[in-house]
């Protein structure tokens, strides 16, 4: 289908939210007409009501006339004097597609790759052209991967891909807006109900009755109908054009596999795969472990950490390259399944210009260190930019700690119940003391009660409400000892890339250290090993 056909489509689309928003205002008068003929005049004007307010969100979403700016906003515009490099490959790679080069590059911290263009006369003629450049994606991409995954993007300004979106985007933005007005009034009216029942549940317990059960079922009904309405009008959009973007996916990949070589093409699809499932991993485990802290990585590590772990897993990461997925991430996905793309390009005949090395994408910039530290600046949040920078291994040693006296919380302020002490504060040596001293004063059992426990360990008695505790019990003294260890720094949280997080304790606790434990945790407890080895220097 030529760029002229596919404009009408999307016109067509397009005006199809309009005359789907005419139909419902339409109908909304003849409620409002019959309630004028045939009902009495309160119920006539709760009608009334009723119906404006379910035109509300009808007419926002079809006075919305410009068409939304691109989604990714965030970036670092580099012009050519920044990065020569970069913006050489790009001018290059732009006339071996055989299109006109972007006439911006933006670097982000997103894991892809994407281009835009502001097109004219509902995309019959063409505009400023942006390339968006993710530089996770570069931190796990070789430059031949690389140069395989811009002439892809640049295949679709060749077939015109790009002038559409805009008029394309105006629709999709259009129905999500109208439903989520119309989701966002569902739930109000859901929250006032809910309000209204507590409300009233409470004063039936304040006068010893019993109160009723918290019921919003139907509340809500005609907005959220009217959401459905329109959300089932956007997925016939989608669905119309689905099998259009796909074959232009299909056509981006093989303007990749003649530009940049099969093998180069299909090798970059395999690890765009691997490096958003690491760059998720990366965030999670490694650079906001310790956010919750005040603590985050080097600057620009946030954005660029995650080529440590690729390289530190990379055989472990395999897997991910060769089990691609066979179906699309949603019914509606414009994308073929990544798996189908592979085997496409695979099924090509040999090129002659198999997988070679080459070096990491990140070198095509000046200074690649500079470029992380300037997208994570306009990227991440004002409180996650104020926050203090840390080298690696001493946010691992500080963020593990951090986390394991959170978690040994509830053991020290159990204790200090029992105990009659102070926990709030108080040194980990302190309160480890004070949970020995508790144990051999036969306290063990009593401050385990104040634990939070299963409802089967709460209901658990005599013998086997014991059995329950005890593992509860080696644990929250465990943390506690830890806590002690680090805190007079004779053991540390190690950081690694290719695992977990190890705590070093110091010489002969490795095989000590349990058998004193179940020793203090026993039926006839004995806290002597543990204090002796916590002696040890």
């Known amino acids: 289908m030529g760029a002229s056909l ?3 489509r999307a016109l067509v689309l397009l005006a199809g939210f309009y005359l789907l928003g005419l139909a419902v205002l339409v109908v909304l008068v003849l409620i409002d007409w019959a309630a004028t003929l045939w009902t009495p005049g309160p119920w006539a004007l709760k009608f009334y009501v009723v119906t404006a307010v379910l035109a509300v969100p009808v007419v926002r979403g079809m006075l919305m006339l410009r068409t939304p700016q691109d989604e990714i906003t965030t970036g670092v515009l580099v012009t050519e004097a920044d990065e020569p490099k970069l913006w050489r490959t790009v001018r290059e790679l732009a006339e071996q597609v055989g299109t006109r080069a972007p006439d911006e590059i933006r670097l982000t911290g997103e894991v892809n790759a994407a281009v835009s263009e502001d097109s004219r006369l509902l995309g019959l003629l063409g505009g400023r052209r942006r390339l968006y450049l993710g530089l996770p994606l570069m931190a796990g991409l070789s430059e031949d991967q690389l140069r395989a995954v811009l002439a892809h993007e640049f295949g679709h300004f060749v077939h015109a891909d790009t002038r559409l979106s805009g008029i394309t985007a105006r629709g999709r933005v259009q129905v999500a807006r109208t439903v989520a007005h119309f989701e966002e009034k569902a739930g109000g009216k859901v929250a006032k109900e809910r309000a209204r029942q507590e409300k009233k549940a409470a004063k039936r317990l304040a006068k010893g009755k019993k109160a009723h059960e918290i019921d919003t079922t139907g509340v809500g009904f005609t907005f959220r ?3 459905r309405i ?5 997925r016939f959009s989608l669905r119309a054009t689905q099998a259009d973007s796909r074959r232009q996916e299909r056509a981006a990949d093989l303007a990749a596999a003649r530009i940049a070589g099969r093998d180069a093409a299909a090798s970059a699809l395999r690890e765009i795969a691997v490096v958003e499932a690491a760059n998720g991993f990366f965030l999670d485990a490694y650079a906001t472990m310790g956010a919750e802290f005040g603590l985050l990585p080097p600057h620009g590590e946030v954005i660029g950490g995650v080529r440590h772990l690729l390289a530190a897993r990379s055989e472990e990461l395999d897997d991910l390259r060769y089990d691609l997925p066979t179906r699309p991430a949603s019914p509606y996905d414009s994308h073929p399944p990544m798996a189908e793309r592979v085997a496409l390009l695979e099924a090509l005949p040999d090129d002659g210009r198999g997988a070679r090395p080459s070096q990491p994408s990140l070198t095509l910039l000046v200074s690649p260190e500079r470029s992380l530290a300037a997208v994570e600046d306009v990227s991440l949040t004002a409180d996650a930019l104020r926050m203090r920078r840390v080298e690696w ?19 020290r302020s159990a204790t200090a119940e029992v105990a009659g002490t102070v926990s709030e504060g108080s040194q980990s040596g302190t309160a480890l003391n004070a949970l020995l001293d508790a144990i051999d004063a036969g306290k063990a059992w009593e401050i385990t009660d104040r634990l939070p426990k299963s409802e089967q360990a ?17 644990r929250g003294l465990s943390q506690l000892v830890t806590d002690a260890l680090t805190e007079d720094g004779r053991a540390r949280w190690q950081l690694s890339w290719a695992a977990p997080a190890s705590l070093r304790l110091p010489p002969g606790y490795e095989d000590a250290f349990p058998a004193a434990l179940d020793a203090a945790v026993a039926d006839r407890p004995d806290t002597g090993p543990l204090r002796l080895l916590l002696q040890t220097p």
């Open 6 to 8: 596919r404009a009408l």
């Open 225 to 227: 109908t009217m959401a």
């Open 230 to 234: 329109y959300t089932a009008y956007g």
């Open 393 to 411: 291994p001493e946010l691992v040693h500080e963020s593990m700690t951090a986390h394991s006296v959170s978690e040994s919380e509830p053991v």
């Open 458 to 474: 709460g209901a658990a008695t005599g013998r086997a409400a014991r059995e329950f505790a005890r593992p509860v019990l080696r």
